[in-house]
Structure formats: C-alpha cells, structure tokens
C-alpha cells in the first residue's frame, strides 16, 4: 500500500537556523508533491507545488527539492523564525492532481 | 483566510447517529474534497466532488456520502456513526485545472471537529 513517512514528529532548532524537512514515499509514483503548513487547530494552508520533472522550487525562505529517485522530498525554511513553529505536512498528488493521503507531518519549533 | 467555511466547528455524536457537515467553497471553485483527520496524523481523501458528480473517493466505507450543490457548496454525510469516526473533517476547494494541469493547490476550511461518543 501507499506510505508516506516524514522524517520526524518534531524537530526542534535555533532561530536563524536552516531547517531542513524529509517527506519519504513508497508504493506511489506521484506527478507532484505539495506543502502545506498547520497551525494547532487549523486547517492546512498550502506552501508549494513541485512537479516531477522540476528538481527544485523557491518561495521566498522556502525551497523544495524533489528527487523521483530516492522517492523523496526536501523542504528547507532558510533563516527560520519563530512564526514557523508548526506542523509541515507532504502530500503527494497522483496524475489526477488528487492528493490521496498526507503524511503525518513534522512539527517544528524554532526558538529566540 | 482560504474563504472556504465549514459549519459546525464541533459536534457531539453518539455511535449509530448520523451527521451532516457543510462547507461554503472558495468563490470560482468548482472543485470540493473532504479529508479526513484524527489526531496525531494527516489528512486522509474521503472523495472529491467536480460539478455536482462525485470524481474520486478514498478508501471510506458507502456510509461516508456526500454532496455538491450547484453553487459548489458541499455536505459530507456519515451514517451510523463509530467511534473511529472521530476526528477533523477538512473541506477543501480548488480552481478548475489550467491547460490541463490540474493546479492542485487546495484552500481549506478550518475543518468540523466531530466526537463520537
């Protein structure tokens, strides 16, 4: 079945600091990857789009690789502030542009 | 703020009861998913709605329904209630795709926290 692991529940870093996410899947060959940010007790807002013949993707502090190969996504927030702590969700999305499942996400906190 | 809204915020149900959750899409957004939420994991595709037609479901028993209605407003129904029913029901809408790409950007509510009981 479809499996979409990210790499820790929580991470925790320095403001300034680069923090770098890991979105895994397997059992998928998704067209796209996508990011999204969830605030406790909030919805999903979405950050970026990456497709499979893009290798990498930038907005603003945000950049996003993806390596069809490895099967893997990385979400990297540059120069990280506290307005960052929250929880970072992939989704994968099928040819359809359907996104199936999300990960679970990881839940950063960036302290001052 | 996605300009998507969903009614109730919270609700208590007991097993066996049914439930009716709404949500007010995105103006311009003909395109409406639900997910699915419980605590600690991410969101899980219920099904998708394209002009009134269900276009896609998730792995969710025939008891989870819904509808969309011609000003892309939206209900998910839920029959017999379980206690694993409980959880964060997210509605989400999205543009029609470009040049046919899908845009896949979706814009979520703050979803209907729902307690089974």
């Known amino acids: 079945s479809q499996k979409i692991e990210q790499n820790s529940e929580a991470l925790n870093i320095q403001e300034g600091k680069t923090a770098t996410l890991t979105c895994n899947y397997t059992?998928?060959?998704?067209?796209?990857l996508q990011w999204y940010r969830q605030d406790p007790g909030r919805g999903p807002v979405f950050l970026l789009l990456?497709?499979?013949?893009?290798k990498e993707k930038r907005k603003e502090r945000l950049k996003v690789t993806f390596d069809t190969t490895l099967k893997q996504s990385l979400f990297h927030i540059t120069a990280s502030q506290p307005a960052d702590s929250a929880t970072y969700l992939c989704?994968?999305?099928?040819?359809?542009?359907?996104?199936?499942?999300f990960g679970k996400g990881t839940t950063l906190s960036v302290s001052s | 703020e996605t300009g998507v809204t969903q009614s109730p915020t919270h609700l208590i149900k007991t097993r066996g009861q049914q439930v009716t959750l709404r949500c007010s899409s995105q103006?311009?957004?003909?395109?409406v998913s639900w997910y699915q939420q419980a605590l600690g994991q991410g969101p899980q595709f219920i099904f998708q709605?394209?002009?009134?037609?269900?276009?896609g479901r998730g792995n969710f028993p025939p008891r989870f329904s819904g509808l969309q209605f011609p000003n892309y407003s939206s209900e998910l129904n839920v029959n017999a209630l379980e206690l694993d029913d409980s959880a964060l029901y997210l509605c989400?809408?999205?543009?029609?795709?470009?040049?046919?790409?899908?845009?896949?950007?979706?814009?979520f509510g703050e979803g209907s926290r729902l307690t089974v009981l």
């Open positions: 990456i497709r499979e013949n893009e």
């Open positions: 709605y394209y002009r009134e037609e269900e276009n």
């Open positions: 989400a809408s999205s543009l029609p795709e470009t040049s046919g790409r899908p845009t896949g950007e979706l814009f």
């Open positions: 059992n998928y060959s998704p067209a796209y």
């Open positions: 103006s311009g957004h003909n395109t």
């Open positions: 989704a994968p999305l099928n040819q359809a542009g359907t996104a199936l499942i």
